[in-house]
C-alpha cells in the first residue's frame, strides 16, 4: 500500500490550510456556536471562488475524492463550520451522478460557486431508521406533481436554496419500491420551516409541504427509482465528507488546557490521550479507502458504513473521557474562566451524542455490515 | 507513485501462497498437536522450501529481497493460522543479521524484546526455546548470540516457545549500539500487528461460521440482532487494524523521521506508528477473540473448539511485549514529551 499524497493533493492541502487560516477564524467558530448555524457564508464562497468545490464532487471538474477527504478532513480537523457545505457538496454529486442535463445546468453552478445549499428530506416525524416506509406522498397528475407532507432533521433549511425530497409516489407496490426522490427550491409555495433547537448547538428544522406543486424537472433519478438515489446519497455522506476527525479540535484545546493545569502529567490522562490519537489514524485511514474506492469509480456503501460506526464512537469515546478527566471544569461552557479546553470539552459532550444517530444510525449501519460483509440474515 | 490501498500485485500473489500453504500445511490440528511447546519444526521445514525464512533479506546474501511491506502480508496469513511457527521473530531479526544458515531457515533467529537483566539473561524470550540465535540489548550495545536453544520452556497461556536466555554465554557477535535495536522493535512490532490482524480476522471467520451454523429457538444465532451487532465490529477492527500496520510499513520503509504533527492528525513517523499498530491490533485480537468465544456458548468454552487457541494466543502476542497501557505511556511520551517536562 502507499499512504503518500501526490505533490498535487499535498499543494491543494496546503492550499486548503491557508483558507482555513483566513476565513475560518476564532470569530467564525464563535459564530457558530452561538448562531447554531453550521455554515461559513465567506468560505464557502472563497472555496467557490478557487474552483475547490467544482473540483471536490464526484465526477464533475477533475473530481477526485481523495481531495474531496482531504478537503473535509482539513474543515473538520480545524473546527470548521461546513456541515452545510458538505450536505450541499453530497448532494451535488447526486445530481451530478444521476440528474439530467437539465437538472445538471440549472442546479450544480449555484452550489459549487459556494452560494446555494441544500437541505436534506428524507426523515419523517415517525420514520427514521425505517425510512422507506415514508408516507410524504408525490402525485402525478398530467405534467405536474403535488407533494403534501412532512420532514424532520431538515438542517439549513433556513438557509438553502434547495431541498431534496424522499417521497412515496406507488402505493401498491414493495415499499423500497413506491419512492421517488425530487430536488426542489426551498422558495416553492406551500413550503414552511419550524427551527428544531438540539443539544448539541445546532438548530435544524421540521419542514412541511403542503400542495406543494412542481413539474417532472424536479424528479431527480428515476419515478419510482429513489431508493436507488437515497443508497447514492448515503454511500458519499458515510465517511467520505467529514465526520471521520470530529474529535481533533476537542483533542487539540483539550491537549493544552492539560498541559497548562497539571492534567497531561496524569499517566490515566496521557493513555486515554494517546489511545484516542491512535483511534483519529484508523478513522482517517477508513475514511481514505471510502474515498479511494469512490476515486477508483465503486460506491463506497459497505466501507462506509464501517468507518460511520468506528469514527462516531471514536469521537464519543474521546468527548467521554475527556470530560472526565476534566473533573468540574469540564463542565463549564464557552467563554467562562476555567473551561476545560476552551469550553470544547463541555460542547463535545453535548455534540458527539448525534454522530451515532444521523446519517444513519450505528444499529442501521451494523445491520449493513452484518447482512453485507458476515453475510447473516436480515434480522428485521 | 501515490496513494493506493490495494495489496501490489506481488503481494496479492504472497497472501494467495501463504494462506493456502497455511490452509494446507497448517490447520488448527497442527497448532494443538504442537501444544504446549508451541513449535512444529516440520512446518518450519516447509516454510524453509518457500523460501520464507530469507525472503526479506538481501540477494547478495541469498534470501529473496522482499519489501518489509511483503513480509507483513505473510505475518498476516501466519496469524490467521496461529501456525506453531516463530516466522514473525526470525523475519524482524533478520533486519540485523544475516548468517548464512539463518537466511536459509536452516537455523531459527528471535527478538528479546526486552533488554537483558543485571545477570545478562534475557527474560522470556518470544521463540526463546528455540531459536538458535537472539537478538537483543545487552547493556549499551545490541548484540547477537548464538547457543543451543532449550527445546522447552515454561508452560504458558498461549502455548509459545518462550524461554529465558543468555546475553553473554554462547557466540556473541556485537551488532552496534543499543539505538541500532530500536528498527529491530519496531519491525518486530509492525510484523506482530500484522499476525495479530490475521488472528481477529480468524476470529471473525470461526465466530459467523459458528452462528450460521448453530440454531437455537428453531432459528440459527445468527440471525439475532444482538450476535449480529456484536460480530459487526469485528471487520472495522480488522480493516483498521490491517490499514494502521500497512501504513506502519510503509512508513517504515520510506525511512525514520517522517511528519510527526498528532495535533492535525498528520504522522507519517515510523516509529510511532509501529507502536500505533501493535496497540491496536493487539486491542483487535482481543476483542475480537473474546466475542468470537463469547457468541460460540459453552462450546466456546470447551478445548475441543478452535476458537480458545486464538483467545490465549491473542493474549499471549500481545501482552509478551509489555502491559499495553505500558507500551501507550511510551507513545505518550513520543506524542506529548515526557510527563512534567
Same mark, same amino acid.
Not at chain 1, 405534467?143 to 433549511?157: L, P, R, S, Y
Not at chain 2, 504446549?36 to 519444526?41: A, I
Given at each position: ?242 465526520? /471521520?476527525?470530529? *474529535?481533533?479540535? #476537542?483533542?487539540? +484545546?483539550?491537549?493544552?488546557? &492539560?498541559?497548562?493545569?497539571? %492534567?497531561?502529567? @496524569? ?58 478527566? /476534566?473533573?468540574? *471544569?469540564?463542565? #463549564?461552557?464557552? +467563554?467562562?474562566?476555567?473551561? &476545560?479546553?476552551?469550553?470544547? %470539552?463541555?460542547? @463535545? ?32 | ?341
Amino acid at each position: 500500500m502507499d499512504f503518500s499524497l501526490s505533490p498535487e493533493v499535498l499543494e491543494f492541502r496546503d492550499e486548503m490550510r491557508s483558507i482555513i487560516g483566513e476565513f475560518v477564524t476564532p470569530d467564525v467558530i464563535d459564530l457558530m456556536h452561538t448562531s447554531g448555524v453550521f455554515n461559513a457564508e465567506e468560505l464557502n464562497l472563497e472555496l467557490g471562488r478557487r474552483g475547490i468545490l467544482e473540483r471536490a464532487v464526484p465526477g464533475l471538474g477533475k473530481g477526485d475524492p481523495i481531495e474531496m477527504f482531504v478537503m473535509f478532513n482539513e474543515l473538520e480537523k480545524a473546527g470548521a463550520p461546513y456541515d452545510g457545505i458538505a450536505v450541499a457538496l453530497m448532494i451535488a454529486a447526486v445530481v451530478n451522478k444521476l440528474g439530467t442535463e437539465e437538472q445538471k445546468a440549472r442546479i450544480l453552478p449555484g452550489i459549487v460557486a459556494g452560494r446555494e445549499l441544500v437541505c436534506m428530506g428524507y426523515s419523517e416525524p415517525d420514520y427514521g431508521s425505517d425510512i422507506a416506509s415514508i408516507k410524504t406522498r408525490a402525485v402525478c397528475d398530467g405534467d405536474e406533481w403535488t407533494i403534501n407532507g412532512a420532514k424532520m432533521w431538515t438542517t439549513m433549511a433556513q438557509k438553502a436554496k434547495w431541498v431534496i425530497l424522499l417521497t412515496r409516489t406507488d402505493l401498491d407496490v414493495p415499499k423500497h419500491k413506491g419512492l421517488t426522490m425530487f430536488i426542489l427550491p426551498m422558495d416553492t409555495p406551500g413550503i414552511t420551516v419550524d427551527p428544531v433547537h438540539t443539544l448539541g448547538t445546532e438548530v435544524t428544522n421540521a419542514t412541511y409541504y403542503d400542495d406543494v406543486r412542481v413539474g417532472d424537472e424536479a424528479v431527480l433519478g428515476e419515478v419510482n427509482g429513489g431508493w436507488r438515489t437515497m443508497t447514492t446519497v448515503l454511500a458519499f455522506e458515510r465517511g467520505v465528507m467529514g465526520g /471521520s476527525n470530529a *474529535a481533533m479540535p #476537542l483533542l487539540r +484545546h483539550f491537549h493544552d488546557w &492539560a498541559a497548562a493545569n497539571g %492534567v497531561l502529567n @496524569d499517566s490515566i490522562t496521557r493513555e486515554r490521550l494517546a489511545r484516542s490519537i491512535i483511534d483519529m489514524q484508523v478513522a482517517a485511514l477508513l475514511t481514505m479507502r471510502s474515498a479511494w474506492i469512490a476515486a477508483s469509480g465503486g460506491l463506497p456503501g459497505l466501507e462506509g458504513s464501517m468507518t460511520k460506526v468506528f469514527a462516531a464512537e471514536a469521537y464519543q469515546r474521546a468527548s467521554a473521557w475527556t470530560q472526565s478527566s /476534566s473533573g468540574p *471544569a469540564g463542565l #463549564l461552557q464557552f +467563554h467562562q474562566e476555567g473551561a &476545560a479546553g476552551d469550553g470544547f %470539552v463541555e460542547y @463535545d459532550a453535548r455534540h458527539s451524542p448525534v454522530v451515532t444517530i444521523y446519517g444513519g444510525t450505528t444499529e442501521i449501519n451494523r445491520n449493513n455490515i452484518a447482512e453485507r460483509h458476515l453475510g447473516l440474515p436480515k434480522s428485521r | 507513485m501515490s496513494f493506493n490501498l490495494s495489496l501490489s500485485a506481488d503481494q496479492e500473489s504472497i497472501a494467495e501462497l501463504f494462506d493456502g500453504f497455511f490452509t494446507n500445511e497448517a490447520p488448527a490440528t497442527v497448532a494443538r498437536a504442537a501444544e504446549p511447546l508451541g513449535f512444529d519444526r516440520e512446518l518450519w521445514d516447509k516454510v524453509i522450501e518457500l523460501g520464507a525464512p530469507g525472503m526479506g533479506s538481501n540477494a547478495e546474501v541469498g534470501g529473496g529481497g522482499a519489501t518489509f511491506s511483503d513480509l507483513v502480508v505473510v505475518a498476516e496469513s501466519l496469524g490467521r493460522a496461529i501456525a506453531p511457527i516463530p516466522l514473525v521473530d526470525h523475519l524482524a531479526a533478520l533486519s540485523v543479521v544475516s548468517d548464512a544458515d539463518l537466511v536459509s531457515g536452516e537455523a531459527i533467529a528471535a527478538v528479546a524484546v526486552r533488554p537483558a537483566d543485571a545477570a545478562g539473561i534475557w527474560r522470556l524470550v518470544p521463540a526463546g526455546a528455540v531459536a538458535d540465535v537472539i537478538v537483543g540489548v545487552d547493556g549499551d550495545e545490541t548484540v547477537a548470540v548464538r547457543s543451543t536453544p532449550p527445546m522447552a520452556g515454561p508452560l504458558n497461556h498461549a502455548s509459545a516457545p518462550l524461554a529465558d536466555r543468555s546475553a553473554r554465554e554462547g557466540i556473541r557477535t556485537v551488532l552496534g549500539p543499543a539505538s541500532l535495536f530500536e528498527g529491530v522493535i519496531d519491525r518486530w512490532q509492525v510484523l506482530s500487528a500484522s499476525a495479530l490482524t490475521g488472528i481477529a480476522d480468524a476470529a471473525r471467520i470461526l465466530g459467523v461460521a459458528y452462528v450460521k451454523e448453530r440454531e437455537q429457538f428453531g432459528v440459527p444465532i445468527g440471525s439475532f440482532q444482538s450476535v449480529q451487532h456484536g460480530l459487526a465490529d469485528l471487520p472495522v477492527a480488522v480493516d483498521g487494524s490491517r490499514l494502521l500496520t500497512h501504513k506502519a510499513a510503509w512508513a517504515l520503509e520510506a525511512g525514520v523521521g517522517g511528519v510527526l504533527d498528532w495535533q492535525y492528525n498528520d504522522i507519517n513517523d515510523g516509529r510511532t506508528l509501529a507502536t500505533m499498530a501493535f496497540l491496536f491490533a493487539a486491542d483487535s485480537a482481543l476483542m475480537a477473540t473474546d466475542r468470537s468465544l463469547h457468541y460460540h456458548g459453552g462450546y466456546g468454552f470447551a478445548e475441543e473448539y478452535d476458537i480458545q487457541m486464538y483467545y490465549r494466543r491473542a493474549r499471549g502476542w500481545s501482552f509478551i511485549y509489555e502491559d499495553p497501557s505500558k507500551v501507550c505511556l511510551d507513545l505518550a511520551d513520543r506524542l506529548f514529551g515526557k510527563a512534567g517536562g
